[in-house]
């Protein structure tokens, strides 16, 4: 397996290299370095908060963002952790002991669907969340109950991620994201991290309209070998950013 990008954040890197294969997990590891790519960014830029799971599952992305954290922030991560134990809630807790940042994490045991805003914010008040990474239940009804709560969550200045878009198994999610979108037309898909393989899949990146350009460029600079050329057409004015771990594009000079 090629060595990891990274990310920038030496303790992100360290983890995402050395340990993101010894926790339980669905995301792939280029989405981990471009995640904490981001929230990198945001700190050099000021744009303070804390990073929020709906999905910690046994936490092998919210381990690798959590180190991206700064100051007083907090990684605060949600599951109902039935699924496919109970068990995997000390799963959790161990690897976070282990390989994360025990004094930043909150791990909380909630079905996000009973989960308002105001729940939210008071887990950590006096900030808002500057890194949302929605990876829950893949029914219309709680992708558009998570995006809603993650948008209201959400600082200003900072982004929505959204895994398993355009996989093989749940081909309907962007629908439900379109509609969300449709009501909410100050988000915009500024990032299509390409999916690795089945089972560590395409995620999106949201943010609002005045910090479309600032996130693309920011991450064609973090990223300049991974950028497909062609873009994402989400019929706005502008393409959006696609990174992958792979971005080729055929070559047909032979036909010209
Ligand atoms: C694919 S796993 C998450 C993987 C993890 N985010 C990662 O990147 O490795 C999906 C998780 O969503 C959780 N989940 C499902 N429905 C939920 C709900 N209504 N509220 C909170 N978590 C839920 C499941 O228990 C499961 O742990």
Same mark, same amino acid.
């Given at each position: ?5 990274? =990310?920038?954040? !030496? +303790? #992100? ?8 294969? $010894?926790? @339980? %997990?669905?995301? =792939?590891?280029? !989405? +981990? #370095? ?8 945001? $700190?050099? @830029? %000021?744009?303070?908060?804390?990073? !929020? ?204």
């Amino acid at each position: 397996m090629n060595a990891p990008l990274k =990310s920038g954040i !030496a +303790a #992100a890197d360290e983890y995402i290299e050395r340990h993101y294969f $010894s926790v @339980h %997990g669905m995301s =792939s590891r280029f !989405a +981990a #370095a471009v995640g904490a790519a981001t929230m990198r960014i945001q $700190s050099e @830029h %000021g744009i303070a908060g804390h990073f !929020a799971e709906i999905g910690a599952f046994a936490g092998r992305y919210f381990i690798a963002l959590s180190h991206a954290l700064t100051g007083d922030e907090k990684a605060i991560g949600f599951d109902t952790f039935h699924w496919p134990s109970p068990k995997v809630k000390t799963k959790l807790e161990e690897n976070i002991a282990k390989y994360g940042a025990p004094g930043r994490s909150i791990v909380v045991a909630a079905d996000s669907l009973k989960l308002s805003a105001k729940d939210l914010v008071a887990l950590a008040p006096g900030k808002k969340v500057r890194f949302f990474h929605v990876d829950g239940e893949h029914t219309p009804e709680h992708l558009s109950n998570d995006l809603a709560l993650a948008t209201h969550t959400l600082h200003e200045r900072g982004v929505i991620c959204l895994d398993d878009m355009l996989h093989a198994g749940y081909p309907t999610l962007p629908v439900t994201v379109h509609e969300f979108l449709k009501c909410e037309p100050s988000l915009r898909v500024f990032c299509v991290i390409d999916r690795e393989d089945i089972a560590a899949q395409t995620k999106y990146m949201i943010c609002r309209e005045p910090m479309f350009d600032f996130y693309i460029e920011q991450l064609i600079g973090a990223f300049p070998d991974n950028v497909w050329p062609l873009g994402a057409d989400f019929r706005y004015d502008k393409k959006a950013l696609v990174l992958s771990p792979d971005p080729k594009l055929p070559n047909f000079d032979d036909l010209l």
